[in-house]
């Protein structure tokens, strides 16, 4: 017995302890493997955070930056009890989006069109006033720039419309009801789309959309889930839901390449004729030279028909517009160097940019606008007038600059304005302008009477050559 009761001891402890040893193993691996699941199938925090940054989330973070609120004040006719149109001024807002890191900005025009000073809101909180560079009243779009000082500011990254799809996840972004960079997201409802909003305004060819755009998304950004600029919101369809309307990038994007051009603000030629960019990957290999000039600032540096321009200065160009406005501003003679390939060859090239086409003569009449009323100015024809105004002027004088103090400052004169009238007579030239200044009898009885036009709106105010100015009020 002393033996067998060892043994009925040892055996079921023996056995008891086997089993807890190879439960533990079980409960390890078990332990091993629940671990393994649990994180796969649930993220720690710090992960949880990484997976919340939907495909959706990132777009917006990429293309936030770049974009800008709007916001300005307008004069406009309402009309009174008696019947009579009383002056009211406005409050506005919209949208914009930065294109260039030097501070030139895509809006829609509607969004700028009468308004006295240009406010715009960066990403971080910082202001800056606006100054209208170009239009296009048609397509409804504008350039404006604001000073970037020594920073180049973030530009929104660009995609094409050419090849959006019906049912595409697209998203807006924009400054709604001033609600600043408020955020919708939906998808693309149809393509091509022909909408009239007014008697004189018609849109073609635009992107729509169900993604929410209110007032104030004007002017702003349809993105699409890469977080690249696919279009510009720029309508909704009153009364009902769901329905907004945006103009697709390409187009956006040629109209800029106009409004921005070297000759249309500076009228000097580079001579350089671009091929239409046709999809995303040519997109990537440069620009592709179609022709050049000959005897031009293009020609003389050597760029040949069949080239790809790749950099303008340290800047990569994938768009015309790009081109035009790395060219801006900058001095005669100045030497622009190009990155260009050719039969698959890297070339550095130097383009010597041509001094001003304007004719900035030191003739009477350009001094005395200078002068006495603070104007340079250029003529337009009439047939210029409506491509760029949409106006049935017979011509005018377009504000190339405004100086400083002078008495077209202080009556609210800006570059881009059209001169179209002095008194009781037209500016089709500048002998007009001279003529008038020139009539003691005018010019004695005290403020001069002008006429501009801005937009599709034709202002009018007056000079007061020696004393306190007068506002200016809509016509």
Known sequence: MDQSAPQARCGPSIDRTCDVQSLG???????????????ILVPSPGDSSEARRTPLVRAVEDARDAIVNIRGQKIVATRSADRSDAPRR????????????????????HVIDGVSKINVTLSDGSNAVATPVSHDPKTDLAIIKI????????????????DLMPGETVIAVGNAYGYEHTVTRGIVSALHRTVQV?????????IQTDASINPGNSGGPLLNIDGELIG???????????????LPVDKVLTIAAELCSLQRLENREHGIKLTPIVDQQDRGQGLLVSSVEAGSAADRAGLQAGDRIKNVGPSSVHWPVELEISLLGREAGQTVPLIVRRDGESLNLDLTLPTSGIKVVRAREADRAWTQIGLRLQPLTGAQMRDTTNSKYRGGLAVMAVRAGSPAESQGIRRG???????????????????????????????????????????????????SPRPTQSR
Do not use: C
Request: no cysteine; charged share 15%; aromatic share 8%.
């Open 417 to 467: 304005d059209v001169l179209v009238g002095m008194h009781v007579w037209e500016t089709v030239s500048l002998d007009n302008v001279t003529y008038v200044l020139k009539q003691q009898r005018v010019t004695s009885k005290g403020p001069l009477k002008f006429y501009i036009l801005r937009g599709n709106q034709t202002l009018y105010g007056h000079l007061q050559m020696a004393s």
């Open 147 to 162: 000073d970037a000082g020594n920073r180049a500011l973030p530009t929104i990254r660009l995609g094409t419309s050419r």
């Open 198 to 206: 007014s008697d004189v305004q018609y849109y073609h060819d635009l």
């Open 90 to 109: 406005v409050n506005g807002m919209g949208t914009g989006v930065i294109l260039d890191g030097r501070g030139y900005i895509v809006t829609n025009f």
């Open 232 to 246: 510009i919101n720029v309508a909704v369809r009153v009364g009902a839901q769901g329905i907004g309307f945006a």
């Open 25 to 39: 193993v079980g409960r390890t691996w078990m332990l091993v493997v629940v671990t393994l699941l649990v994180a």
